[in-house]
């Protein structure tokens, strides 16, 4: 069902066409993954073999936790190893401290504006989590090197695009501890902030965290803008935080209150085939324990793109504790058949697949730049103050936009996440829960310009999950190739 919103003023340019997303029974087979145990059966040696067993390692061979000094080096070595294939990021927001926050992009032709679908992947929001920046990195190593060797990951990376931050909070991991060094500028340790409660959707109940730890205002903390503008400027499909520990995935809610996601059948049929391949527990966020401003949810509420905690391992201690991030990974030792890296195979798998987003077809004239925008607003939660005091949420204007270069041959096929919000349950008057089904009925506005700005032409493209939306630009060809008026 949905509810509320416009129909676009120029609904003649749209054709759509419904494509199915398989749910529960038959999940896998309709992502094209092979069943459990196919590869395995394909590769096992014959009744005369001789197998020799080796110790299992990572994709990197790395055997020790990662400084950030070699975070950051690995990351322009592969850059520097891989040209078309990685691509090195500064995000734009530095730390509290003055330090950058770096990533990486892997993909084919990765300096194109293509419209590939995007999975978002991160580590460290909690500078003491070690982890699950190995894990992150890991997982960065294994598409590299096995792109062009294996066939699956090659294909993915001829779809897909996958953004890397393995450290996001690199204040807190730099000295070791949870939070981020806030607004101290000897970054005290009592005016720290945990990331991952200062994210603006559902900020302010303190569910998790207290006013000096979720952070003075909603999204205030420049790492957590770094995660928001890269969300917001790209059409990220799935996004994976990674976390320690437990061996849980966590998908929305993240308080009880605000009740199911519109989009919980599709979530928990993806939270099954993921934990299918990791042995974790998958679970709404709430139901572990409720906290504010987490990722997930931020993310979800505002793009429809699924998010997704994973708490990798089961030692929070890290100490001694790298031959389990290895079997974690891996799916050797005391994970022996379940592993991580083929957990986050099928989140890939699943953020490439356009029958789980919207695709917006057409043609341009060759080197038009397309963009797609939307503007909404979010809400925080009732805003808890001390001695009792709960003042009204916070309005969070949110603006989400993407670009996309036409080709040589015009032809364009634009992945991106559906225009059909889900309904948020926290609101303007407090939480109200809104639950499976309900959603918005908006528009992405789509614009094509000049290489200069110009804009010759303005639809609005209404699509939902699943759906494929063509549109006419006419009226930008013509006036492009100089024909038209230039007014």
Same mark, same amino acid.
């Given at each position: 069902?949905?509810?509320?919103?416009?129909?676009?003023?120029?609904?003649?340019?749209?054709?759509?066409?419904?494509?199915?997303?398989?749910?529960?029974?038959?999940?896998?087979?309709?992502?094209?993954?092979?069943?459990?145990?196919?590869?395995?059966?394909?590769?096992?040696?014959?009744?005369?073999?001789?197998?020799?067993?080796?110790?299992?390692?990572?994709?990197?061979?790395?055997?020790?936790?990662?400084?950030?000094?070699?975070?950051?080096?690995?990351?322009?070595?592969?850059?520097?190893?891989?040209?078309?294939?990685?691509?090195?990021?500064?995000?734009?927001?530095?730390?509290?401290?003055?330090?950058?926050?770096?990533?990486?992009?892997?993909?084919?032709?990765?300096?194109?504006?293509?419209?590939?679908?995007?999975?978002?992947?991160?580590?460290?929001?909690?500078?003491?989590?070690?982890?699950?920046?190995?894990?992150?990195?890991?997982?960065?190593?294994?598409?590299?090197?096995?792109?062009?060797?294996?066939?699956?990951?090659?294909?993915?990376?001829?779809?897909?695009?996958?953004?890397?931050?393995?450290?996001?909070?690199?204040?807190?991991?730099?000295?070791?501890?949870?939070?981020?060094?806030?607004?101290?500028?000897?970054?005290?340790?009592?005016?720290?902030?945990?990331?991952?409660?200062?994210?603006?959707?559902?900020?302010?109940?303190?569910?998790?965290?207290?006013?000096?730890?979720?952070?003075?205002?909603?999204?205030?903390?420049?790492?957590?803008?770094?995660?928001?503008?890269?969300?917001?400027?790209?059409?990220?499909?799935?996004?994976? %935080?990674?976390?320690?520990?437990?061996?849980?995935?966590?998908?929305?809610?993240?308080?009880?209150?605000?009740?199911?996601?519109?989009?919980?059948?599709?979530?928990?049929?993806?939270?099954?085939?993921?934990?299918?391949?990791?042995?974790?527990?998958?679970?709404?966020?709430?139901?572990?324990?409720?906290?504010?401003?987490?990722?997930?949810?931020?993310?979800?509420?505002?793009?429809?793109?699924?998010?997704?905690?994973?708490?990798?391992?089961?030692?929070?201690?890290?100490?001694?504790?790298?031959?389990?991030?290895?079997?974690?990974?891996?799916?050797?030792?005391?994970?022996?058949?379940?592993?991580? !890296?083929?957990?986050?195979?099928?989140?890939?798998?699943?953020?490439?697949?356009?029958?789980?987003?919207?695709?917006?077809?057409?043609?341009?004239?060759?080197?038009?730049?397309?963009?797609?925008?939307?503007?909404?607003?979010?809400?925080?939660?009732?805003? !808890?103050?001390?001695?009792?005091?709960?003042?009204?949420?916070? !309005?969070?204007?949110?603006?989400?936009?993407?670009?996309?270069?036409?080709? %040589?041959?015009?032809?364009?096929?634009?992945?991106?996440?559906?225009?059909?919000?889900?309904?948020?349950?926290?609101?303007?008057?407090?939480?109200?829960?809104?639950?499976?089904?309900?959603?918005?009925?908006?528009?992405?506005?789509?614009?094509?310009?000049?290489?200069?700005?110009?804009?010759?032409?303005?639809?609005?493209?209404?699509?939902?999950?699943?759906?494929?939306?063509?549109?006419?630009?006419?009226?930008?060809?013509?006036?492009?190739?100089?024909?038209?008026?230039?007014?």
């Amino acid at each position: 069902m949905s509810s509320g919103g416009t129909s676009p003023s120029t609904a003649s340019v749209v054709r759509k066409r419904v494509v199915t997303l398989a749910l529960g029974v038959g999940f896998l087979g309709g992502l094209g993954i092979p069943a459990a145990g196919a590869d395995v059966a394909a590769a096992a040696p014959g009744p005369q073999a001789v197998v020799q067993e080796q110790a299992p390692s990572l994709p990197s061979g790395r055997t020790t936790y990662r400084t950030i000094t070699d975070y950051n080096d690995e990351m322009v070595a592969l850059t520097a190893r891989h040209p078309g294939l990685v691509k090195h990021i500064t995000l734009p927001h530095k730390t509290r401290q003055g330090r950058e926050v770096y990533g990486i992009e892997v993909t084919h032709d990765v300096d194109a504006a293509d419209g590939k679908p995007v999975l978002l992947m991160m580590g460290v929001h909690h500078g003491n989590e070690w982890p699950s920046g190995e894990h992150t990195m890991e997982f960065a190593y294994d598409l590299i090197g096995n792109d062009g060797k294996d066939p699956r990951i090659t294909r993915l990376l001829d779809t897909a695009r996958v953004i890397f931050v393995p450290v996001v909070n690199v204040d807190g991991f730099v000295i070791n501890r949870r939070t981020s060094c806030g607004l101290s500028p000897a970054c005290a340790s009592n005016a720290g902030v945990d990331i991952n409660r200062n994210y603006p959707f559902g900020w302010g109940s303190n569910a998790g965290s207290n006013a000096t730890t979720r952070g003075p205002g909603p999204g205030s903390e420049p790492e957590v803008q770094n995660i928001m503008d890269l969300t917001k400027n790209n059409q990220v499909t799935v996004l994976i %935080t990674n976390h320690t520990s437990g061996h849980t995935v966590l998908r929305p809610p993240l308080e009880k209150r605000a009740g199911d996601a519109p989009d919980e059948a599709v979530y928990a049929a993806l939270t099954d085939a993921i934990t299918a391949e990791n042995g974790y527990t998958g679970m709404k966020s709430g139901f572990d324990y409720e906290t504010t401003g987490e990722t997930p949810d931020w993310s979800y509420y505002a793009t429809r793109g699924l998010g997704f905690t994973f708490e990798i391992m089961k030692t929070q201690s890290t100490n001694n504790t790298y031959s389990e991030v290895i079997e974690d990974y891996t799916g050797t030792g005391r994970y022996e058949g379940k592993s991580n !890296r083929e957990a986050f195979m099928v989140a890939l798998e699943y953020a490439a697949d356009p029958a789980a987003h919207s695709v917006i077809t057409g043609k341009a004239p060759k080197g038009a730049v397309l963009k797609v925008t939307k503007d909404f607003d979010l809400w925080t939660a009732p805003i !808890r103050q001390s001695g009792d005091v709960v003042d009204p949420p916070q !309005r969070v204007p949110t603006h989400l936009e993407s670009t996309l270069v036409a080709p %040589t041959n015009g032809k364009f096929a634009w992945h991106v996440n559906p225009s059909v919000r889900p309904a948020p349950a926290y609101t303007e008057v407090g939480v109200v829960a809104t639950g499976p089904g309900n959603f918005i009925k908006e528009s992405w506005t789509l614009t094509c310009a000049r290489p200069t700005g110009e804009v010759l032409e303005t639809v609005h493209v209404t699509v939902d999950r699943g759906e494929q939306a063509d549109v006419r630009l006419q009226e930008c060809k013509t006036r492009f190739n100089g024909n038209g008026p230039k007014n």
